[in-house]
């Protein structure tokens, strides 16, 4: 069983970056999808990234160009860089795993992801 760590998340001014990591002790990890979602209270998960076992990757529409999800399976860790941060990204930042024998298939779903981390706060400022 994988468990997940996320680390990365702060305050930051609006226009600012921050790079969250998402480092996953034991397991394969080459061998699971990763995903990021965030949540703000009263809100539902929400899909930010998500990262196939072959490396492919998908960003949601409302962070596309401005947000990059990478894995270094060297360093069992999926980080997302984030950039040009807006008010609207404060939101407590989760990653997910789910392990798949399928390299190119893309997970959207909250429900999918079996392993989840405890999530890191960020705080963008205007």
């Known amino acids: 069983q994988v468990q997940l760590v996320e680390s990365g998340g702060g305050l930051v001014q609006a226009g600012g970056s921050l790079r969250l990591s998402c480092e996953a002790s034991?397991?394969?990890?080459?061998?699971?999808?990763v995903g990021w979602f965030r949540q703000v209270p009263g809100k539902e998960r929400e899909f930010v990234a998500t990262?196939?076992?072959?490396?492919?990757?998908s960003h949601a529409d409302s962070v596309k160009g401005r947000f990059t999800i990478s894995r270094d399976n060297a360093k069992n860790t999926v980080y997302l860089q984030m950039s040009s941060l807006k008010p609207e990204d404060t939101a407590v930042y989760y990653c997910?795993?789910?392990?798949?024998?399928?390299?190119?298939?893309?997970?959207?779903?909250?429900?999918?992801?079996?392993?989840w981390g405890q999530g890191t706060q960020v705080t963008v400022s205007s």
């Open positions: 997910a795993a789910k392990i798949t024998s399928h390299s190119g298939l893309y997970y959207y779903r909250a429900q999918e992801y079996e392993y």
């Open positions: 034991r397991g394969t990890f080459s061998s699971y999808a």
């Open positions: 990262i196939t076992s072959g490396g492919y990757t």
